[in-house]
């Protein structure tokens, strides 16, 4: 009996070394089987480590109909409080290079949902994020084509998020109405930043030695005030990105002499549309993931200006808003319009966005006008 117990040890031991032997051989196999089963992806792993808090992955490359990634060196700390509760400590990617060929379809990978468990729990998002020399490419017929070299790094616990280095090195993006050259955003000294866009196009507009000092501090991004001549010649802009709360973000912006003819302009505005005034105001905008919380902006114009409309079919795409006489009476009214006031005010109830508009003139009375976007709903008077 004890020789049969003493084999029976013997032979635990052999196997538990083994096994420790083979630890990170079996987890290289583990997880290219994970990526090929669940996201239909052809991975190559050259050296997995499996330590007691973490991996370390060198030399991965991983690529499927929707995105290939590839780095040099990975290291994942994980950490669990008791047994019920699992986190993804800390993740740290070095020479990392992501190009993702279809945005439409990056919804499951950046959700982490395996292909065929449309229910499944998301993967445990990481607390602390160091991501050094990383390369980001978007190649998409339908959006365009992008490419961003930075560094980023991250702290933070499950209740807020501390944005520590933040720089992108070049930045390029090109799309049918949208064009941006060699943009950068470096420290300049402290939570100080410089974000530069040597070039810059808007539909027709172009701008040129465009330079906007940031300054983020701890969950926050702050633009302070500075002359933007992207909304006119004499505006001047100033605000804040709170990023606390993960997954989740606000913008609240102020807005100094910006003027609706370079705003009208930069959206793609119609030749047979002729808009001017000088606005000042206000806007919050908050978003959890894909969802629009709130939007609000109240803006005030007290030196008048000119409404022109030449052609009705300039405001087509207002007819799906409108009805019939509602239509007709918007166009009816601003063929020619000089105010000598006005007033916009934006709103989210429930989904639709509302559009109010309130015009003053002493000589040609008051026009006011409200549209509900995302909504068969609207009118003017």
Same mark, same amino acid.
């Given at each position: 009996?004890?020789?049969?117990?003493?084999?029976? @040890?013997?032979?635990?031991?052999?196997?538990?070394?083994?096994?420790?032997?083979?630890?990170?051989?079996?987890?290289?196999?583990?997880?290219?089987?994970?990526?090929?089963?669940?996201?239909?992806?052809?991975?190559?792993?050259?050296?997995?480590?499996?330590?007691?808090?973490?991996?370390?992955?060198?030399?991965?490359?991983?690529?499927?109909?929707?995105?290939?990634?590839?780095?040099?060196?990975?290291?994942?700390?994980?950490?669990?409080?008791?047994?019920?509760?699992? *986190?993804?400590?800390?993740? *740290?990617? /070095?020479?990392?290079?992501?190009?993702?060929?279809?945005?439409? $379809?990056?919804? $499951?990978?950046?959700?982490?949902?395996?292909?065929?468990?449309?229910? @499944?729990?998301?993967?445990?998002?990481?607390?602390?994020?160091?991501?050094?020399?990383?390369?980001? @490419?978007?190649?998409?017929?339908?959006?365009?084509? $992008?490419?961003?070299?930075?560094?980023?790094?991250?702290?933070?616990?499950?209740?807020?998020?501390?944005?520590?280095?933040?720089?992108?090195?070049?930045?390029?993006?090109?799309?049918?109405?949208?064009? @941006?050259?060699?943009?950068?955003?470096?420290?300049?000294?402290?939570?100080?930043?410089?974000?530069?866009?040597?070039?810059?196009?808007?539909?027709?507009?172009?701008?040129?030695?465009?330079?906007?000092?940031?300054?983020?501090?701890?969950?926050?991004?702050?633009?302070?005030?500075?002359?933007?001549?992207?909304?006119?010649?004499?505006?001047?802009?100033?605000?804040?990105?709170?990023? /606390?709360?993960?997954?989740?973000?606000?913008?609240? $912006?102020?807005?100094?002499?910006?003027?609706?003819?370079?705003?009208?302009?930069?959206?793609?505005?119609?030749?047979?549309?002729?808009?001017?005034?000088?606005?000042?105001?206000?806007? =919050?905008?908050?978003?959890?993931?894909?969802?629009?919380?709130?939007?609000?902006?109240?803006?005030?114009?007290?030196?008048?200006?000119?409404?022109?409309?030449?052609?009705?079919?300039?405001?087509?795409?207002?007819?799906? *808003?409108?009805?019939?006489?509602?239509?007709?009476?918007?166009?009816?009214?601003?063929?020619? *319009?000089?105010?000598? =006031?006005?007033?916009?005010?934006?709103?989210?109830?429930?989904?639709?966005?509302?559009?109010?508009?309130?015009?003053?003139?002493?000589?040609?009375?008051?026009?006011?006008?409200?549209?509900?976007?995302?909504?068969?709903?609207?009118?003017?008077?």
């Amino acid at each position: 009996m004890k020789k049969i117990i003493k084999r029976c @040890a013997v032979s635990i031991i052999i196997l538990a070394i083994a096994l420790l032997l083979s630890k990170d051989y079996i987890l290289r196999v583990a997880l290219t089987y994970y990526f090929h089963k669940n996201f239909q992806a052809i991975c190559k792993i050259k050296r997995v480590s499996l330590w007691l808090d973490g991996v370390t992955i060198t030399d991965f490359a991983c690529a499927n109909d929707v995105v290939d990634i590839t780095f040099r060196s990975g290291n994942i700390m994980f950490r669990c409080d008791g047994f019920s509760k699992f *986190y993804v400590a800390k993740l *740290y990617l /070095q020479d990392a290079v992501c190009t993702i060929k279809s945005l439409p $379809a990056l919804g $499951a990978v950046t959700a982490m949902q395996p292909a065929g468990t449309p229910h @499944a729990n998301p993967l445990p998002v990481p607390l602390s994020i160091d991501l050094q020399n990383i390369k980001l @490419a978007i190649n998409d017929k339908r959006f365009g084509a $992008a490419d961003m070299q930075f560094t980023l790094r991250t702290s933070g616990d499950s209740q807020r998020i501390v944005l520590e280095r933040f720089e992108i090195f070049d930045c390029n993006i090109r799309c049918a109405d949208f064009e @941006a050259s060699h943009i950068t955003l470096r420290r300049m000294k402290g939570y100080l930043y410089a974000l530069r866009i040597p070039r810059l196009r808007l539909k027709q507009r172009e701008f040129g030695n465009l330079v906007f000092p940031l300054k983020m501090e701890m969950s926050r991004v702050v633009f302070p005030v500075a002359k933007n001549v992207i909304f006119g010649s004499s505006a001047y802009t100033s605000g804040e990105i709170n990023m /606390q709360d993960p997954g989740s973000f606000c913008l609240e $912006a102020v807005f100094r002499h910006i003027s609706l003819e370079n705003i009208a302009a930069v959206i793609g505005g119609d030749e047979n549309v002729g808009i001017s005034g000088s606005f000042d105001g206000a806007l =919050k905008l908050c978003a959890d993931g894909n969802n629009l919380k709130q939007l609000e902006g109240s803006f005030s114009n007290h030196m008048g200006g000119v409404v022109q409309i030449k052609k009705e079919t300039a405001l087509d795409f207002l007819r799906s *808003y409108l009805d019939r006489a509602s239509f007709d009476a918007l166009v009816d009214n601003l063929k020619n *319009y000089e105010y000598n =006031k006005a007033t916009i005010g934006i709103n989210q109830q429930r989904g639709v966005i509302g559009l109010e508009i309130h015009f003053t003139s002493e000589r040609l009375g008051e026009r006011n006008i409200t549209i509900n976007f995302h909504n068969s709903t609207g009118g003017s008077q």
